[in-house]
């Protein structure tokens, strides 16, 4: 249904020479050809940041380029508006983990249906490299200078998403074209909320998270007869220590979304929903007695 021709590029990129950003919009536009859906389906939402600026290089679906930090709320009311839609959200580990974490926690112990892919370079790239919250404890630069360098331990995105009630929680690697686009399939089509942490590479401010580190130190946890069902056991590979990442799915279980949970019109979504102005009137009246 979808074609690539539908979804060239509208502007230039400007991403540097070998970032790993590129690996993650090769891997959406894959993942959305292969979806199946009609285009105007699929919305995808941003926050600010390199990684953020993915719908301005991706052609023809709905995509909005939001404020730093904010784009998991301004993509649940989306939902919420057309339960139809499948929203995808693209956000920088600076932009989820430092001033949207709040929402990201909120949003998966509502269980909103719908996907955030991080794109997790461990330094915030746009602003020109200052080290993220998910950046290593000892990582240095220029406002973490040694020593001691970060002077504490990184936000944990798939422990805070385990424990916060996320129903889809998987690891992602930029250099795994093939693994990044089934991970991403199955996130958009799981009901519930869906998290991917993706090792992204940023080739201009971090020289410790390289793609030679990655390629060398991550491994499938498919391959280690892992349960997705356990929470406990999915923790545990969140927290793993060492150097070792794995990656594939950590978590997945069913469980109400938000949209089942609250009042919404039986028929039809929430746009197809007209409020008769004089019911309005009537709450304000009551309101005002
Ligand atoms: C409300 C607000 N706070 C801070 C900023 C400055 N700012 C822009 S991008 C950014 C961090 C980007 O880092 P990340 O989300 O990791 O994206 P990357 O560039 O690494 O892909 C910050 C702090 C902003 N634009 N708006
Ligand atoms: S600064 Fe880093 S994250 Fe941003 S485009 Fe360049 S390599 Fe990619
Ligand atoms: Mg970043």
Aim: hydrophobic fraction near 40%.
């Amino acid at each position: 249904m979808i074609t690539p021709e539908m979804l060239e590029e509208p502007q230039k990129v400007t991403w540097c020479t070998g970032c790993g950003n590129f690996g993650i919009l090769a891997a959406l536009k894959k993942a959305v050809i292969e979806l199946g859906k009609p285009i105007h389906e699929i919305v995808l939402a941003s926050g600010i940041g390199c990684s953020s600026k993915i719908p301005h290089y991706i052609g023809g679906v709905n995509s909005i380029h939001t404020l730093h930090g904010r784009p998991i709320p301004i993509a649940t009311g989306i939902h919420l508006a057309n339960t139809n839609l499948d929203v995808i959200v693209h956000t920088g580990d600076g932009d989820c983990l430092a001033e949207g974490l709040g929402h990201f926690v909120h949003a998966a112990r509502r269980n909103v249906d719908i996907a955030v892919f991080i794109h997790n370079n461990g330094v915030n790239g746009l602003t020109k490299g200052q080290y993220s919250p998910a950046a290593p404890r000892g990582y240095v630069s220029n406002t973490s200078p040694p020593p001691p360098g970060a002077p504490m331990d990184p936000v944990n995105p798939m422990a805070q998403a385990i424990t916060a009630g996320a129903t889809f929680v998987a690891r992602g690697f930029s250099g795994d074209q093939k693994g990044l686009v089934n991970l991403m399939l199955e996130a958009i089509r799981h009901k519930g909320f869906a998290v991917i942490d993706i090792l992204q590479p940023c080739v201009t401010w971090n020289r410790q998270l390289t793609w030679k580190y990655y390629n060398e130190h991550t491994y499938a946890l498919e391959e280690t007869g892992h349960d997705v069902t356990n929470k406990f056991k999915a923790l545990e590979k969140a927290m793993e220590n060492g150097d070792r990442y794995p990656v594939g799915v950590f978590y997945k279980v069913e469980s109400p979304d938000l949209a089942s949970g609250i009042a919404l019109p039986e028929k039809g979504t929430l746009k197809d929903h007209t409020t008769d102005l004089k019911d309005v009137q009537k709450i304000i009246d009551d309101l005002l007695l």
